[in-house]
C-alpha cells in the first residue's frame, strides 16, 4: 500500500510500489501442493500387500526390497529380473553381503507355493535373513 507524505498539487502522482500480498498467497498455496503430492509421487512397484498385526520393526538404511507381483514377475528394488537371474541381481545389490536382510513382499494372490520356491532359492543363494512385508493392520485377527 502506498502512504502519501507529503502534499502536492499534482494528485494524479504515480506510486510505483508492488502489492505483494497476491504473491504470497500464491506461493503459500503452490507449498501446499506440493505437501500434498510429494508423498503420491514417491510410490514403488504397485503390490497389494496382506495386513498383519504384529509390531512394525524399525528400518534400516537401506533395505533390499524383493518384490513378487501378482503375475509372478519379479523386481529387486525397481530393477526387474527373473527367478534365473535372482542370485546375481542380489549380489549386485547387496553388494555380495549375504548377511544382509532381504525383505520379501508379494502380492496377495501370489499363492504359498510360489512364496517358499523364492525364498527356497534365496536359501540356495546363500540369504539366510529373509523378512516378509506386509501392510501394519491392527482390526486384523
Do not use: C, W
Amino acid at each position: 500500500m502506498a502512504i502519501r507524505l507529503h502534499e502536492s498539487e499534482n494528485d494524479l502522482e504515480e506510486t510505483h510500489e508492488i502489492n505483494v500480498t497476491p504473491f504470497i498467497d500464491v506461493m503459500l498455496v503452490l507449498l501446499i501442493i506440493f505437501m500434498v503430492a510429494a508423498p503420491i509421487a514417491t510410490v514403488d512397484v504397485p503390490v497389494d500387500l496382506p495386513g498383519s498385526t504384529i509390531e512394525p520393526s524399525p528400518r534400516p538404511e537401506l533395505p533390499v526390497f524383493l518384490t513378487v507381483k501378482s503375475d509372478l514377475s519379479l523386481t529387486v528394488g525397481d530393477d526387474p529380473t527373473t527367478l534365473d537371474a535372482l542370485p546375481a541381481t542380489l549380489a549386485a545389490a547387496t553388494r555380495g553381503d549375504k548377511n544382509q536382510r532381504i525383505f520379501l513382499r508379494a502380492d496377495r494372490i501370489v499363492s504359498y507355493g510360489s512364496v517358499m520356491e523364492i525364498m527356497n532359492r534365496l536359501r540356495d543363494a546363500g540369504y539366510l535373513k529373509v523378512a516378509l512385508v506386509g501392510l501394519e493392520n491392527r482390526d486384523a485377527k
